[in-house]
């Protein structure tokens, strides 16, 4: 059995930590072809190059981000276990890195992940927001714990992750309070000439809307397409364009944007997935996570195309 040198795993960590060779060997008290001499051994018995050039700058490689990853847990529990050994409170909390693909709506990741931060067990959050192209990736080296999307991941994918499904909201459509006013009586037809913020065509929701769209023959005027949910909120908060959001979050939606409800259907459903490399997923803050989700998603059946509100 190969054994790892944690001595040179520790030199490889500290140039990570410190950004260059100069200042590892500096801060280790050792010359700098020392240094160098102990990461290329590390190297060379893992089998992988751990460091590149990028400039002036000495960068971890995917493989080396990967190994610092682990390094960076090795030598947090070593001082752990020194704090064990001289009596003191560890504090340690568990980390959980969530990727947030960036056609989820703000508000419902916050309503899945409350419950994580308000967990009897302290865990620490982390968040990174992105494309789920990027986030995936990330996942697929252990860089993330777990990505929340709107799509299950692609069958066709290299990497082996699993997509568990967390639930699904209806749809609720907003506008700003004069003009929801006006259309709430006539809904879902009195969309037909009024602009719309939808999502931008690659998401799952927006496929769905242009679906209701072409089943309800209605062909609203688009005034904007976004990415990001958050972003055409606001836009609809100061405009006059309707919007939509789920519905399982709309009284957040109105008291944060001062938005009214036009109307819902329960014909668009968008589901939000939890992806892991796990089958059975494990970790604490993704299993709260999950608990958390399922219970706020799904919401019981309502009438096809009942407005709501005064």
């Known amino acids: 059995m190969d054994w790892l040198n944690y001595h040179h ?15 590892a060997a500096e801060h280790l008290g050792l010359a700098q072809p020392t240094v160098s001499a102990q990461i290329k051994q590390l190297e ?13 700058r000495v960068v971890p490689t995917e493989i080396g981000r990967l190994v610092h990853r682990y390094a960076d847990e090795i030598f947090q ?23 947030v693909a960036n056609a989820v709506p703000k508000l419902m990741v ?3 992940l409350r419950p994580v931060m308000e967990s009897d067990r302290a865990i620490l959050l982390s968040c990174h927001e992105g494309q789920p192209a990027q986030l995936l990736a990330q996942l697929a080296t252990h860089a993330i714990d777990v990505v929340i999307s709107d799509e299950p991941a692609a069958p066709h994918l290299r990497v082996k992750v699993f997509s568990h499904l967390l639930g699904e909201s209806t749809t609720t459509f907003f506008a700003t309070s004069t003009l929801a006013r006006r259309l709430r009586r006539g809904f879902p037809n009195s969309l037909q000439d009024v602009p719309m913020l939808l999502p931008t065509p690659l998401t799952a929701l927006r496929r769905s809307l242009d679906q209701w769209f072409d089943t309800m023959q209605l062909r609203p005027p688009i005034g904007g397409e976004f990415d990001d949910p958050a972003l055409m909120t606001a836009f609809g908060e100061a405009g006059t364009a309707v919007f939509p959001a789920p519905t399982v979050i709309a009284t957040e939606v109105c008291r944060h944007y001062g938005v009214a409800i036009v109307g819902m259907t329960d014909a668009v459903r968008e589901r939000y997935h939890a992806i ?17 989700a399922r219970a706020e998603l799904s919401p019981p059946p309502r009438p096809r195309y009942a407005p709501a509100g005064p």
């Open 44 to 56: 060379r018995s893992l089998g992988e190059t751990l460091l590149e050039r990028q400039g002036r």
């Open 77 to 99: 529990i070593g001082r752990e276990l020194q704090e064990t050994l001289k009596g003191r409170p560890t504090g340690r909390a568990l980390r959980l890195r969530v990727g």
């Open 110 to 112: 916050f309503r899945m």
């Open 9 to 23: 795993l520790f030199y490889f960590w500290t140039v990570v930590c410190e950004g260059s060779v100069s200042r």
């Open 276 to 292: 892991s490399v796990e089958r059975q997923v494990t970790h604490p803050g993704v299993l709260a996570l999950s608990k958390a």
